[in-house]
């Protein structure tokens, strides 16, 4: 007998009703997670508290050897198109501090945790409109509402787009979209989104759900370590991109946070800045 005992992994039960305030949990007794992020049971708004709440529950999800699949979505009518009204006050009553720790530290732990903490397939499902949809993006396999846009606002916010977004773009997109993209918003419809590359496939939002149970299906019926070990091949292109670039990209954003000497995620920035989507409009300028 060992000298020592294993330590004890993450209970379900138990971060089910840790993480409540920011996700609602399922899991199927096949070890299929559904994780729908939230702000108070509606959309989620960005704020810090959530912003470090992600990277969190991606490690606890991957720390849990009962889990074997997750399925990622947002809760409402999109995916964190909404800021907080007072979730950034602390950036900006401490803003040295805040752009380490909110954003340099915690952003980057949330990208790198989705392609390096989780050993299990993984797909993102855009219930909606997406801002920072870097997450969704990186999942193995995203399914996007037939009715959403993808677009990224850091330009028009007056913020370096370095925090994984310019990854996800110029992973999916090649180099030369991808600057279209960050430097003038460009909002991708569903059928762009999917011709071009950045979703697998569109459906109605009530249907993206069973959707992905059904891929889920598929993937579940080959074994535990063909399942993980097959994530190690298609996440590789992902784990090349992060290690050469992410903190170099949030650096770099980081540095203009401090140059300007203010924050820039207040909901009228994030909200007014999207309206020409709304308006059904590709660029802020047509």
Not at 123 to 135: K, P
Not at 167 to 173: D, G, H, K, S
Not at 262 to 284: C, D, M
Request: hydrophobic share 35%; net charge negative.
């Amino acid at each position: 007998m060992s000298l020592q005992e294993f330590l004890p992994t993450p209970k379900f039960d138990e971060y089910k009703d840790f993480f409540k305030d920011f996700f609602t949990l399922d899991r199927r007794e096949d070890g299929v997670l559904l994780a729908r992020a939230h702000t108070r049971g509606d959309s989620v708004q960005l704020n810090v508290q959530n912003h470090r709440a992600l990277g969190q529950f991606l490690k606890t999800v991957g720390a849990d050897p009962q889990n074997e699949m997750l399925i990622l979505t947002g809760t409402g009518r999109d995916w964190m198109m909404g800021s907080d009204p007072t979730g950034f006050e602390l950036e900006e009553e401490d803003l040295e501090y805040w752009a380490y720790e909110y954003a340099y530290k915690d952003g980057r732990t949330n990208v790198s945790a989705m392609v390096n903490d989780l050993e299990i397939p993984t797909i993102g499902l855009f219930n909606g409109d997406g801002y920072h949809s870097e997450v969704l993006l990186m999942c193995d396999l995203t399914l996007m509402a037939e009715d959403a846009h993808i677009y990224d606002l850091h330009y028009g916010i007056s913020s370096v787009p370095g925090d994984g977004i310019h990854n996800a773009f110029q992973e999916l997109l090649g180099v030369k979209r991808a600057a279209y993209a960050l430097l003038t918003g460009e909002s991708f419809d569903a059928q762009s989104a999917l011709d071009l590359g950045l979703v697998n496939e569109i459906l109605p939002a009530d249907q993206l759900v069973d959707r992905a149970y059904t891929i889920a299906d598929h993937i579940m019926t080959q074994p535990r370590t063909i399942r993980r070990l097959t994530t190690q091949i298609v996440r590789r292109p992902w784990k090349k991109r992060i290690l050469d670039d992410l903190d170099g990209g949030f650096g770099i954003q980081m540095f203009g946070h401090l140059a300007k000497g203010k924050a820039v995620h207040s909901n009228e920035h994030i909200s007014g800045t999207g309206n020409y989507v709304r308006e059904g409009r590709r660029t802020p300028f047509d």
